[in-house]
């Protein structure tokens, strides 16, 4: 059964979770749904066309099925490439303000992929993260998660956590960061033994990743 929203996490920051997106993005697309994907909170934004924009935030809007405003996919928006609850310099993110976007997003198409900033605990405010976000929203997750050095316990931790939240577990996708790490696919086969979700995709390594090279290691809603 598909959701009408889904909330994307990952195991750590520059783990590949904005490039899954777009890729899911323009995957369903292709298979003839209507999608968007929204930002609620970016951090480390540029000054363009009179407001702080991100350069993830502006990937999902490119590559939604529908013309969006800035705004609606990324209301919360701060100059500093720090983390959102430093970034935000005490302004006020609300989760309701959140929940309004997606409403609006979300009347307009069929599905719509919300990613998060950082992993599963970052802080998105002083006052919430990722989960709380995720469970006010009330989203199935999606993990993406980096496999290099070090992932095993990155993924399990955050497994573990997203199994303990509120939320359903939709499943994960395996992202290849590092060219040169050996036994990167026993690593992903362990894994698959520990995390009882779909593995959705293996997403090899690519020097010049884009949204439709992504697409194509994709496999999520198809028939």
């Not at 920051?13 to 909170?41: C, D």
Request: proline share 5%; with cysteine.
């Amino acid at each position: 059964m598909i959701e009408k929203a889904y909330f994307i996490t990952g195991t750590d920051t520059e783990v590949g979770k904005t490039l899954v997106t777009a890729g899911l993005l323009q995957l369903l697309s292709r298979q003839g749904f209507k999608v968007a994907g929204m930002k609620p909170v970016a951090a480390g934004c540029e000054w363009r066309d009179g407001q702080w924009k991100n350069e993830d935030a502006l990937m999902l809007q490119e590559n939604a099925s529908v013309p969006l405003a800035y705004d609606l996919v990324n209301p919360y928006a701060f100059q500093l490439p720090v983390s959102p609850h430093l970034a935000g310099n005490g302004q006020s993110v609300e989760m309701t303000q959140i929940q309004h976007n997606l409403n609006q997003i979300n009347q307009q198409v069929d599905l719509t992929l919300v990613e998060g900033a950082g992993g599963w605990f970052s802080p998105l405010s002083e006052r919430f993260n990722n989960q709380d976000l995720a469970e006010y929203l009330n989203l199935p997750v999606i993990l993406v998660v980096a496999i290099r050095l070090g992932c095993i316990n990155q993924a399990l931790l955050s497994w573990q956590a997203i199994q303990s939240s509120k939320v359903p577990a939709a499943g994960w996708v395996a992202v290849k960061l590092d060219k040169n790490m050996s036994m990167a696919d026993e690593n992903i086969q362990f894994l698959q033994q520990k995390i009882s979700m779909p593995l959705l995709a293996t997403v090899p390594y690519c020097e010049q990743a884009e949204p439709h090279t992504i697409s194509k290691y994709l496999r999520f809603f198809e028939n």
